[in-house]
């Protein structure tokens, strides 16, 4: 069973960048995919990204500009950078296994604010 | 991009019932389509992958079905538990997900 958990600050200032990490526990962070998605407040899912396990990444067109997505072997953890944050990406934020989100982390609230 | 259109917002049913619900694609995503439940201040958990495939621990009364661009998840004998929203999902053009289905206790 693949347990994930997001880290990360839960309050970030407009035109900082986000760094958040997902640690991975019952799986090696090397031979699997990995995702990120993120839901604002009562609203719908949003896919934002995910690395497979040869290194290549997706991201949302929208995003892509601003997305980086990375994977620390040593520490079997997989990271998500999201720069020049506006108020518009305030949400949870989800990792999850697989290239489509088998199993996902908690989640983590992310404001932006100043 | 493709957009998946999920039918009825709002499905308003009793515990025993069977419920359907529909996800419709802008174009066609072949077999590539997944369905989520998601509980209030939950993660969303994988129920079928791949049109019709259940997920690790995922109960019988939940199945899929469909092809290209037309799905339905069929949940048979609704227990309790199962009042939440649901999402489809698609992966064959990067992903997208649908505006979900709140399913409720009539």
């Known amino acids: 069973q693949v347990v994930l958990q997001e880290l990360g600050p839960g309050l970030v200032k407009p035109s900082e960048t986000l760094s958040l990490t997902c640690t991975v526990s019952g799986a090696s962070i090397s031979s699997n995919h990995w995702s990120w998605m993120r839901q604002p407040a009562g609203k719908g899912l949003e896919w934002i990204g995910r690395?497979?396990?040869?290194?290549?990444?997706n991201y949302r067109p929208s995003l892509k500009s601003r997305v980086t997505i990375s994977v620390d072997t040593s520490k079997n953890q997989f990271s998500l950078k999201l720069r020049s944050m506006t108020a518009a990406d305030t949400a949870v934020y989800y990792c999850a296994s697989g290239a489509r989100g088998d199993q996902w982390g908690p989640g983590t609230l992310v404001t932006v604010s100043s | 991009e493709i957009v998946l259109t999920q039918s009825p917002a709002t499905l308003s049913l009793s515990p025993g019932d069977t419920a359907t619900l529909y996800c419709r694609a802008s174009q066609s995503v072949s077999i590539f389509l997944a369905w989520y439940q998601q509980k209030p201040g939950q993660a969303p958990r994988l129920l079928i992958y791949?049109?019709?495939n259940r997920a690790t621990g995922i109960p019988a009364r939940f199945s899929g079905s469909g092809s290209e661009a037309d799905f339905t998840l069929t949940i048979s004998g609704l227990e309790p538990e199962d009042f939440a929203v649901y999402y489809c999902?698609?992966?064959?053009?990067?992903?997208?997900f649908g505006q979900g289905t709140r399913l409720e206790i009539k």
């Open positions: 999902q698609q992966r064959a053009d990067w992903v997208t």
């Open positions: 690395i497979f396990n040869n290194g290549n990444t």
């Open positions: 791949d049109t019709s």
